[in-house]
Structure formats: C-alpha cells, structure tokens
C-alpha cells in the first residue's frame, strides 16, 4: 500500500488505533476525520504532507508523532482533537496554517537544537511550553517591559528585547455621546503598551497617563527665563507615570511645582520639576487613585 484515498476511513467510530505503514507516501484530505475513537495514531516515516482535515474530529487522539519528512501541514489536519501533546522530528520547522491546531494550550516536542526556531516560527510559537525530544523543558524568554516617552508630538516606545512589536491601547475620557450644554473637556489620555515577539511571552504592560498642562507658576516658584509670556499660558503636554509608588512627571516646565494628594486629600509628596522632570517617591498602593497637582491644575491617575 502507497497511498490513503480522501475520506478513506471518514467517520469509521470502530477504530480505534492506526498503524500506518512506512510504504504510504500520501494521505488524502479527511481520511480520518470524525474518528471519535481514535486513541492512537502513527504516521508512515516517508509522509511529507499532512493534508487538510485528515484528522479532524478525532477528539480522543491525544498525542501526535509527526515524522521527520513532513514539511507542510494544512488547515484543521489536527483540529478538533483531543491532543494534550505535539512531538515534531524535523529539524526544520514544517509549514503550518494557524489553524492546523485548534489547541495550543499544550506542550511541544521537538530536537533540542531545533527549540528555538520552533519558539520563533507560527503557528508553533504559539504553543504553551518547547520541550526536548529527550523531556527537557526549555524556558520560553520573555520580552521586555517597555518604556514610554513623549516628544515632537509623538509617543515613543522603547524594549530592551530587540525586534518586537508594539501593541498599544489609548482610552480617552473625552470620547463619548453628551447631551449638556456644557462641557468640562479633560484632555487626558489613558495608554497602555506591552511587547510581543515570535517565540517569546509577551512583556508586562506599562502605563502612563498623557494631559496637557497650563505652563503656570505659583507667586512663590520662580518663572524660567527661557519662557516667553505668552508660551507660559500654552498648554504643554505632560507624561505621568508610576511604577512601585513612585510617581514620575516628564513635561513640566522647569520649576514648576508637583504634588501628589490622595483621594482624601492627604498629601504623599511633592517636587519641582527640573530639567522637565520630576520624581516623587510616595507610599501609595497599586490601584489606588492618586490626585496629581501640576502647577494649579490637577488631575486624577490610577497608580501602578
């Protein structure tokens, strides 16, 4: 025997294991499918395409040897399936479609000096852990947390991991449907930013809260020379952000003054701003909502 037709053995609920000889060289589409008793299944040595649904519906196929040969493998070939394991043996990644696999939640086997193109080419990098053929679990990296800054007009991100994306969501208080005849505009921008990257779990998220603040001084902070009248009226846009407590404000005008209060209006600290900073190192809790007094303006942040 050299070959499996299409649909060959579809639907066959008596099977029960396979054991299919080196001999066959091709399998058709959905030959297996909707075997429901399937518990074992083992593919010729000489295989080199898995073909669309050929085991599809086998939802009590619980693991998968895929041969060394095999280097394309098509949509829903193991959807449906009830695999709690994947060991691939070549060396080289086969070509997959998302969903070949309806599950990734499970472990992947494959050679050892093989595990990082794996973690680094979909779908496989999609899977849950990389293991050795051998059982040895290999750590899947982890991206670094971004960093976020504001300048030109522009939110900039930086990661220490290199080649990663971006993926960046910014809530805007302001948006929404209003039906009084005033209103109180907050120019206040909510962003949230992680890094991902093929092969690598995705980084914790960094925070930061955008405003746009009135450049003014108190009677007692002394104006910066370098600012005209008129630009000390402008708004200016200012970066808040925090992590472990500490509060940190990128924008402000030098000398201008930063206090943070709490809801209840206790004051946790304060600075003046230099060099466009400043840094506010405070007890408060994640999750607690802080109020953040810039100048005369004030403005309400979830700290992180």
Known sequence: MTSIGTHA?????????INIPNSVTAIGEYAF??????????????????KKGTFSGCSKLQSITIPATVEYIYQEAFSGT?????????????????????????????????????????PWSKFASFNTLS????????CATPTISYGGKKLMFVCDTEDVEFVTEIKDADIGTFYDDRITLTATYEISVYATKAG?????????????????????????????????MAPVPVLIQSNSGIVTVQGAADGTPV???????????????QNGRASISTNLTSGSIAIIKIGTQSFKVAIK
């Open 135 to 142: 059982g040895e679990t290999i750590e899947t990296p982890k």
């Open 33 to 50: 499918q909707n075997c429901k008793n399937i518990t074992v299944a083992t593919l010729p040595e000489n295989l080199t395409i898995i």
């Open 9 to 17: 053995f579809y639907q066959c609920s008596g099977l029960t294991s």
């Open 200 to 232: 690598y779990e995705n980084s914790d998220k960094a925070t930061a809260t955008l405003v746009w603040a009135n450049a003014t001084f108190t009677d007692t902070t002394p104006e910066p020379t370098a600012i005209s009248p008129a630009a000390e």
């Open 259 to 273: 206090s943070i209060y709490t809801t209840a209006g206790t004051q946790a600290g304060s600075a003046v701003s």
């Open 82 to 122: 009830g695999l709690t394991s994947v060991k691939v043996l070549a060396t080289t990644p086969p070509f997959a479609y998302d969903n070949t696999f309806s599950n990734y939640n499970i472990p992947l086997y494959a050679p050892e000096g093989a595990i990082s193109e794996y973690q680094s080419t979909n």
